[in-house]
């Protein structure tokens, strides 16, 4: 791959040059990438790319809105990296980027968002989370060794975490809540390795301590993890089969159609064949007239065929009779 030729990328990572802001349900988001199938070897490619490290972040405004920074391993590259965003939010927060309200809202449906960064360089990173986020500071990070997560796996922990708990409660399950389960639950599922870069301060409003993740929320979302992965799993070898059938099918017609071409050609070849066979025996034919004319004209026109047989006779009898 040239190092100006920028990555393939896949509709919900981007590993390409270009910066896009999509958001999406993590519940949307998981079953986009259960149903990609690439009609290039018919496999699921996000089952490929395999997560590199979560950055948890805190902003620094009021009301200390956090969220999460995901890296992704291209396929055939692993110096190529997508990004992701996932955090937690209320739709009536939704334009102030802010995971917590007033305490009027202690129960709302929560948003919890996958946001396609793309543009995977540091500063392109930090351009998007500066345009949503304003500022923020990293608190934490998690680094995998061997058992790396796949984007596959991933969305549909993601996806458990929000169905752990759907609604937004701005003393239990706001976006503190949110991080701290998706980030404990990748630790111990995937034996994650974590590293503070400062005071930790998750989960905290300023000095006071706002949530306290229970230890049952992790454990219910580990335990329904091997059943959830199973279920996308069997649609993935589904959707497998499905595609290889129509795959197969079209490259049925297209070879029944090839091969048609083909008897057409040949056929075509065989007349043109013939054809040609055919101007060569009537050459043959006409030269074989034209060699017996000629033989004919010949014949005729001999000197043993004039009036002059006995010339040759007169004459020798002339020298005997001088003799």
Known sequence: ???????????????GRRLTFQSIPVDLYKDHLVRYISDRDG?????????????????SQTVKHEFLVLYFTHWNSSSDTAVICADRSV?????ESSGLLTPSSSENVAQDLVTVIGGAMA???TQYLRFKFKSFKRISSLSFSSDHPTALQVSILLDLVNKQDANYHIFRAQCYWFCDVVCRSLE???????????????GHLGPIPVVRTSEGDVDDVCKGYPIALQKAMEQVNQLQIQRAAIRAHIWEEGGASAQLKINEQQRQIAERDRQLEEIRAEQQRQNAERDRQIEEVHIFSSPCRSGNKSAPS??????????
Request: glycine content about 4%; aromatic content about 10%.
């Open 91 to 95: 739709e009536a927060a939704a334009a």
């Open 1 to 15: 791959m040239s190092e100006l030729e920028p990555p393939e990328s896949l509709p919900y990572l981007n590993f």
């Open 43 to 59: 496999e699921n490619t996000y089952m490929k790319c395999l997560l590199l490290r979560v950055e948890h972040y805190k902003c």
């Open 123 to 125: 500063t392109d990173t």
């Open 188 to 202: 111990r599922l995937f034996q994650g390795v974590e590293e503070l870069h400062g005071p930790d301060t998750r």
């Open 314 to 323: 007169s004459s020798v009898n002339f020298r005997r009779d001088a003799s």
